[in-house]
Each structure stands twice: as structure tokens, then as C-alpha cells.
């Protein structure tokens, strides 16, 4: 039901998003970097939660995102792909990071090896408890 309601108001999920994030740990809520990390991964393991509990292929979700069929994810692609097909909400900065993030090879884009290499439901799934 959250969703369908978020879903209507650009402005009232961009204000309500911040407000569900997990807390950053007492231990590194100091630490800029550490922070910025535990909500990357937070974004991330997101993702590859979805992408599990769908029992998709990573490559499934790559190419229902890729809307132009470009082979690249823009970071517009992937708010709009991920808000409309997976109702998976970031705010324009988190996609952003989580953009940088994939990006390796500082192209502006996400390609699929680029998504693919940090993807991985396995390497997340052993840090969902902190979330």
C-alpha cells in the first residue's frame, strides 16, 4: 500500500524516503565515508533483494531497465525502472551515488558487466541483518 501511495507524489516520497532509511550504526555515524557506504550498500542490497525474491536473472531486470535498448543505464533509466517496474524508491541523490557507484569506468553510464559485478544477491545477503 506504501508504495501506491508514494508512487502518485514525487515530493511527498522524496521527503518520506529519508525518513525509512535504516540508521547509520552509532559506530561509524562520524565517519562520512563509512556512512555514505552503509547506505550504499543499503541500496544495493535493495536490489538484489528484489531481484531474489522475484527469482529473476540479474539480466532480466538489466534489460527491463534499459528502456532504449542503448546497452548503457542512464541514471534516469534506473529511477524510473526501478520505481515503476520494481516499486524499488530512491531519491534522485541516492540513485546518483549508487550510479557512481556501478559506473567503474566513469562512462556517466551502467553498463551490464558494470551492473552485473555488483549485483551480487550473495555478497549482500550475508549483511542483511543490519538493515
Avoid at 1 to 30: H, N, Q, W, Y
Avoid at 70 to 89: C, F, Q, R, T, V
Wanted: glycine share 4%; hydrophobic share 35%; charged share 35%.
Amino acid at each position: 500500500m506504501l508504495t501506491v501511495g508514494l508512487s502518485k507524489d514525487k515530493e511527498l516520497c522524496a521527503s518520506f524516503l529519508p525518513k525509512i532509511a535504516p540508521r547509520v550504526p552509532d559506530e561509524i555515524k562520524d565517519d562520512k565515508a563509512a556512512s555514505d557506504a552503509f547506505y550504499l550498500n543499503f541500496s544495493v542490497m535493495k536490489i538484489c533483494h528484489k531481484i531474489a525474491k522475484l527469482g529473476k536473472d540479474i539480466k532480466v531486470m538489466y534489460k527491463a531497465l534499459d528502456e532504449d535498448d542503448s546497452a548503457s543505464l542512464s541514471p534516469h533509466e534506473l529511477l524510473g525502472g526501478l520505481k515503476d517496474k520494481y516499486s524499488i524508491y530512491f531519491s534522485e541523490t541516492e540513485v546518483i551515488k549508487l550510479c557512481e557507484y556501478l559506473d567503474e569506468d566513469g562512462s556517466g553510464d551502467v553498463d551490464f558487466e558494470e551492473f552485473k559485478a555488483k549485483m551480487s544477491y550473495d555478497q549482500y545477503s550475508n549483511n542483511y541483518h543490519k538493515y
